[in-house]
């Protein structure tokens, strides 16, 4: 090594920070080739008795200095803290993994315990998380807290062989009489897409342990999302959930409001840019509205929600304590959209917790649809049906046994009503009817919604007739909005995409439209089981969407009234 080097290494190292067991060399920019250009570094982590964290990022280790520095990292074994961010710029590929597996063995030969590992910001792939695979493994990571992989290209395969080891090191920590209890997990864009995401949601499920989550831009569409989703509801101390610019749609926006609905130490969400859409934000208004008690920041940014949803999202969070931030920016309001929901926050007085709007996309036009290319794997065409069946209930533990569709048997008159109904078969099947409540067992929004607009369709003036549907439609929606807020939320934003009032997902077939079925609208905001906030998302939806009922306006207007009413009853 040149004399020339020796001194600025010298010089460099004179900026150490050592004291509280830490010892730092961040953002020195050396240049660790060899054995020799690491000898005063070595000889200060040997000179540190008391070494507990040891920082390296903004470095560049190859592999014949980690061999130095792993062989004086033998003797540390209170070492806890490796912070090594940013660590191998300019290496070749393969030098990473052997310079990760030299360093994991030193640290395993002291017999440390490790409470964080980041290695954020090194572009090492796969092959860098085998390089780490058996030192998570081992005893040495059984303590970890917190592990940071940020924006290291781990891929679909890093993933799974990182889900693995953590699956390890969990089991072989619970046979040691301590279970694993990672906190903090970081890994931003990383290319994990379903399989790398569904992977580690395995882990994460099986740990239960977990306070923070960022997983932003992975390229995550619903299918990963919805067993994150699932995951997340083992996590109860979960805190932080940050899956920003991944692509949850309609499917992966209801699995995981689910999911929340089950957490209530959750502080901050992040879904920006996450395409979550009308349904979705209403659905995440359902939680916000029953749960997430101490949620501080809400961020649905840039995730094509209307203005209508917006609203009903600021609405549920008006009431939260400890609200600080919700941010709406970047969404389909259009400038008078922005106005209103500018006013409704202000009317409130927590106009201070809205974010900027100044990135709003503007109104979409009225042709656009929701099926472009973010639909991945079929999704439109799986959203005809609202996510259909048993599927949509076991993805949003909405089936319950008594109910399973399997476990029904529908008489022949009431298929054949269902199939094709009429006033006539209506009044035919008396008492019947009560065969109708499986066709709405929420496994199946819907369906549910199908059927109940079916029921109100025949609507009359002749008083047998409007008495039986009206008591008909009293049945179903009695049982419709008897759940849980989600349950509801789901089921009655269902019923506006059906009657083309809101905008849904993918090519959803609207019913044909009659007076009727706002007159049963009109009739069942009036009743007991429809409570004052279901009354307030109907009444929002269709204020702002007025134009879609111009051939039923004076069924409209009496709706209208009536939601009114009941919204000013509950000032």
Same mark, same amino acid.
């Given at each position: ?49 008391? #070494?507990?964290? !040891? %920082? @390296?990022?903004?470095?560049?280790? =190859? ?6 520095? *792993?062989? +004086? /990292? ?69 303590? #970890?807290?917190? !592990? %940071? @992989?940020?924006?290291?290209?781990? =891929? ?6 990182? *889900?693995? +080891? /953590? ?405």
């Amino acid at each position: 090594m040149a004399s020339d080097d020796i001194a600025e290494l010298v010089d460099s190292l004179s900026n150490t920070h050592v004291g509280d067991g830490e010892l730092s060399f961040k953002g020195l920019g050396l240049k660790l080739d060899n054995a020799e250009s690491v000898e005063e570094l070595v000889q200060e982590i040997e000179q540190c008795q008391d #070494l507990r964290a !040891l %920082r @390296l990022e903004g470095n560049t280790l =190859g592999v014949e200095a980690a061999v130095a520095i *792993a062989q +004086a /990292l033998e003797s540390k074994h209170r070492l806890q803290s490796c912070y090594w961010s940013d660590l191998f710029t300019g290496r070749l590929r393969f030098e990473i993994p052997k310079a990760l597996e030299s360093l994991s063995s030193g640290i395993m030969m002291a017999g440390a315990r490790l409470t964080v590992l980041d290695l954020s910001d090194n572009a090492f792939g796969p092959d860098g998380v085998r390089g780490i695979q058996q030192l998570l493994k081992s005893p040495t990571c059984h303590t #970890l807290k917190e !592990l %940071r @992989l940020n924006n290291c290209g781990m =891929g679909i395969g890093g993933g799974k062989i990182l *889900a693995e +080891a /953590l699956m390890e090191c969990h089991r072989s920590s619970v046979t040691a009489g301590s279970a694993l209890k990672l906190r903090i997990f970081v890994a931003g864009r990383n290319r994990l897409e379903n399989e790398g995401a569904s992977a580690l949601a395995k882990a994460f499920q099986l740990m239960g342990s977990l306070e923070e989550v960022h997983m932003p831009q992975n390229g995550i569409n619903y299918a990963g999302v919805i067993a994150l989703a699932s995951a997340m509801r083992h996590n109860p101390d979960l805190r932080v959930l940050n899956l920003n610019d991944n692509t949850f749609t309609k499917r992966g926006t209801l699995a995981m409001a689910q999911a929340l609905g089950h957490l209530r130490n959750v502080q901050v969400i992040n879904f920006g840019d996450c395409l979550v859409r009308c349904e979705g934000a209403i659905a995440l208004a359902a939680v916000l509205r029953e749960g997430l008690p101490i949620l501080k920041e809400l961020n649905l940014s840039f995730g094509e929600i209307k203005e209508a949803a917006a609203l009903v999202v600021a609405q549920a969070v008006m009431d939260k304590p400890y609200m600080e931030k919700v941010d709406l920016n970047g969404n389909f309001l259009g400038e008078d959209g922005c106005e209103g929901l500018r006013e409704a926050m202000e009317s409130q007085d927590k106009a201070v917790m809205l974010a900027s709007l100044s990135d709003d996309e503007g109104e979409p036009d009225d042709d656009d649809d929701d099926d472009d290319d973010d639909n991945d794997e079929g999704e439109a065409a799986a959203n005809d049906d609202c996510c259909n069946g048993e599927e949509f209930g076991k993805e949003n533990g909405l089936l319950a046994k008594e109910d399973s569709p399997s476990k029904c048997h529908c008489p022949d008159e009431v298929l054949s009503f269902v199939a094709c109904p009429s006033a006539e078969k209506l009044l035919q099947l008396g008492e019947m009817t009560r065969h109708l409540l499986p066709e709405v067992d929420m496994t199946n929004p819907h369906k549910a919604a199908d059927v109940l607009l079916k029921v109100a369709s025949l609507y009359s003036e002749k008083p047998v007739i409007q008495t039986t549907v009206l008591e008909t439609c009293d049945m179903l929606l009695r049982k419709l909005l008897s759940g849980s807020a989600f349950q509801a939320y789901t089921f009655l934003s269902t019923l506006l995409v059906l009657m083309g009032i809101l905008q849904g997902e993918g090519k959803t077939k609207k019913v044909p439209l009659v007076a009727g079925q706002l007159l049963c609208l009109e009739h069942a905001v009036q009743q007991d089981y429809f409570a004052q906030h279901h009354a307030y998302l109907l009444h929002i939806v269709l204020s702002k969407n007025r134009n879609a009922l111009n051939l039923c306006s004076s069924s409209m207007e009496r709706l209208s009234s009536a939601l009114e009413k009941r919204c000013l009853d509950q000032h």
